[in-house]
């Protein structure tokens, strides 16, 4: 278990920051060079934990994919090309690895077991193995397929017309994986909008989706070309510094590189909402996912309720956002967002009992949290809890602590920022 103690009593922060890759992206950019014929080349990969269990989960399937730094060659020989592994799969803490791959696997005549970390065998699989046994797949996996440890034997697949009961670009990923392997034409209907990484790289490797309004059809039986892939910045790893710039007196930061993908940038209306001294300059939207730079100032902040089709566009940025709120004038109100219960913690009642222990006035809700601004952070003992974001979360909020804070399991940030700490002291003045 590592300990780090976090700098705090910031006064300040000022400079720039190139956002490292986006997690989400890079994940399929492998498992689609993976599945795709030909040579694929990606350039600005995130080298953290969780994608590289893809690239390893990949390599035991017999897809050769060489590492450079920030960059991959990926030799994809199609879905057929893939082959029955010698040894288990360990996804380690990723969620997307293991739902995204049950889908590609969901189509393939071997058998597959796939594992994962302590977190990964809480996380709920039913929501995946469901609609993957309609489509005619053998699944096994503990408590009846609910958790891991998974067993899957793929084979011929049948199409199917699913309605998701819950808003998951996870699970409408998995099922749009292997509607790609069936005979015939699979619909989903999403409740609410949810991130469209997955149906933009199918369109980007010269497949065909189609989405009207909530429904998206893929037909089956297609081929996937290779492709070139510019990993944009991840626009949930600079939500860190948007927050820290936005609450730290006399600070300006810049942005560089940063997604901004639609279905992705809630973080920006919420703290535009809130009164953030926030600007979206030098916006590319001409590649396939759209790109821009981010300047964010020191902001005087209010209140303001979160809820609705905009929880999917900012699940992942929740925790950071329960911080900017507690440096907020009023009342802010997160509903409708008990997908945190089931990330790699439980997030609601995880960031309730971590800023607390700071000296925030926030609570629990059955679906989300109620923060009374403005706190003084003090400071004290945290921990992460394993989770990523709860611990870069921490290490922003500390910035304010009037006090020592020490972080316990800050490892766990490597999984989506290995270099979070040095770009974050670079900022320091």
Known sequence: MSSYKLKNNITRLVGEVTIPGDKSISHRSVMFGA?????????????????????????KLGVTIEENGHELRIIGKGFD?????????????????????????????????????????????????????????????????SYTPISIRGGQLQPIHYELPVASAQVKSAIILAGLQADGETTIIEPTETRDHTERMI?????????????????GRQKLTASTIFVPGDISSAAFFLVAGAILPESEIVLRNVGLNPTRTGIIEVMKRMGADLEVVQQNDESFEPVGDLIIKTSKLKGTIVEGDLIPRLIDEIPIIALLAT?????????????????????????VQELRTLGASIEATADGMIINGKSNLLGGKVSSHGDHRIGMMLAIAALLCTNEVQLEKSDAISVSYPNFFPHLNSLIR
């Open 35 to 59: 599945i795709a014929h030909g040579e694929t080349r990606v350039t600005n990969f995130l080298p953290g934990d969780d994608c590289l269990s893809t690239i390893s989960c990949f390599r």
């Open 81 to 145: 090309g893939l082959v029955e592994p010698n040894e288990v799969l360990d996804v380690g803490n990723s969620g997307t690895t293991i739902r995204l791959l049950m889908g590609i696997l969901a189509g393939r005549a071997f058998h597959t077991s796939l594992v994962g970390d302590e977190s990964i065998g809480k996380r709920p699989m039913t929501r995946v193995t469901g609609p993957l046994t309609a489509m005619g797949v053998k699944l096994d996996g503990r408590k009846n397929g």
């Open 203 to 219: 369109r980007q490797f010269g497949g065909e989706i189609n989405k009207d309004n909530k429904t998206i059809t893929v037909t």
């Open 327 to 351: 440096q907020a004038e009023g009342k802010t109100v997160i509903k409708d967002a008990e997908e945190l219960k089931v990330k790699e913690t439980n997030r609601i009642d995880t960031v």
